[in-house]
């Protein structure tokens, strides 16, 4: 959305200057006439900023966002004093800056969801769905705090999902850093200077050679194809057909498939249980659901097959349990949650026991993944010592 410096007057004569975000020329008059001013001239910059350029938003900032604007909401202040209030102490110039455009809409007449709605990049789907059913049905600092709730819940999962891949990368990263000065620098050394003294290498030092060499060689061609393959895979993922694929069968890899469909899991139930809690209709929740929420293509696939077979007329249940790929617990819990009427709470209940899975599975890759890089990397290093070891001991044998 463009962003125009305008020039306009209040009702007393007064000269008035700022920034405000509109679709166009037009629409910036009625929003400055709808709070009293009359345009002058204005100024569009399109959002070329360096603020709106070079500042993003950090997911904890919005969280707390989120809740200092329902708790300032329960205390009974009107929605514009409480966007003042939280716009004093907001640590991000870019929020703040679209706070004071939210001030402006509302004073303009329109309601929150549909400030927030101007700026995609930074109010999901998702929230402004939570926050417009929070105004309709009259319960916005509740819907706040819930947002921010389940907004924490998610950030939660991505460290935890972060933290399990540190200790794999720093062992690759070690590992390939070692080998490549033991095998690219030290050994071709060695075996220059055992060649010169006449002294014949054993086997295992000339195969591990003859790959040092091979690498050494044709190292370009190696790159080359390397990085052809992660661009043909990058280009394969982008496409829609080729997520599906890889999402569906990085739900077969043994324990890194499992922590996949807990996080799968856990992000649906955590969704459906906030939005139907605010009232959500279900073809609301589930257009939100299948638009890249969950992290798995393939699963948000199901999802629209599930769906279409409650559009036909079957239970929840059932259009779940028609379009597979969902675990027996879940299915199980959704037709309790439908004969008992508690369908969020069932929801709630679900999120909360594949967040506690998640952090067990990712736990158990974790604690695989040591004894695994120890095994690899004892095997590495054991055959470059090794490698090293055995001429070097030829040559101590002929000394004696």
Request: hydrophobic share 45%; aromatic share 10%; glycine share 8%.
């Amino acid at each position: 959305m463009p962003n125009y410096k305008y020039k306009a007057v209040d009702n007393k004569g007064a000269l008035q200057k700022g920034t405000v975000f509109a679709n166009s020329d037009k629409e910036l008059e009625k929003r400055l006439s709808e709070t009293g001013l009359t345009l002058i001239n204005s100024r569009r910059e399109g959002m070329g900023s360096k603020i709106l350029l070079s500042e993003s938003i950090k997911p904890r900032i919005l969280i707390e966002f989120y809740y200092r604007l329902s708790q300032t909401l329960e205390l009974g202040l009107p929605v514009i004093s409480a966007l003042e209030e939280n716009e004093k102490i907001i640590p991000s110039k870019y929020l703040r800056k679209i706070v004071g455009e939210l001030k402006t809409a509302i004073e303009g007449g329109n309601s929150i969801h549909e400030g927030m709605s101007r700026f995609p990049k930074v109010f999901q789907k998702l929230d402004i769905g939570i926050i417009r059913m929070g105004e309709q049905t009259g319960t916005l600092p509740v819907s706040m705090k819930r947002l921010a709730e389940f907004l924490e819940w998610k950030e939660d999962i991505r460290s935890t999902t972060k933290r399990a891949t540190i200790y794999p990368t720093f062992v690759i990263l070690s590992l390939v850093g070692v080998i490549a000065v033991w095998v690219g620098y030290v050994l071709p050394r060695m075996a220059g200077l055992l060649n010169e003294m006449g002294v014949p290498l054993p086997a295992v030092t000339r195969a591990v050679l003859s790959i040092s060499i091979f690498f050494k060689d044709n190292w370009l061609y190696i790159l080359a194809c390397f990085a052809l393959f992660v661009i043909s895979f990058l280009a394969f993922g982008k496409t829609k057909q080729g997520k599906i694929y890889i999402h569906q069968y990085m739900l077969k890899v043994p324990v890194l498939g499992l922590v996949a469909t807990n996080i799968a899991m856990a992000r649906l139930s955590q969704n459906f249980a906030t939005m139907y809690s605010a009232g959500m209709s279900l073809h609301n929740v589930f257009e939100i659901l299948t638009d890249n929420i969950l992290g798995n293509r393939y699963i948000e696939g199901q999802l629209k097959i599930a769906y279409e077979n409650i559009m036909k007329g079957q239970t929840i249940s059932d259009g779940f349990e028609k379009a597979r790929g969902f675990p027996p617990l879940l299915l199980g819990s959704i037709r309790n949650g439908e004969t008992t009427g508690t369908l969020d709470v069932t929801f709630a209940r679900l999120g909360n026991y594949y967040n506690n899975e998640v952090k067990r599975s990712v736990q158990t890759l974790i604690n695989l993944m040591e004894p695994l890089s120890i095994v690899f990397l004892g095997g590495a290093f054991g055959l470059i010592a090794l490698s090293i070891m055995l001429p070097l001991y030829d040559v101590i044998s002929q000394f004696k």
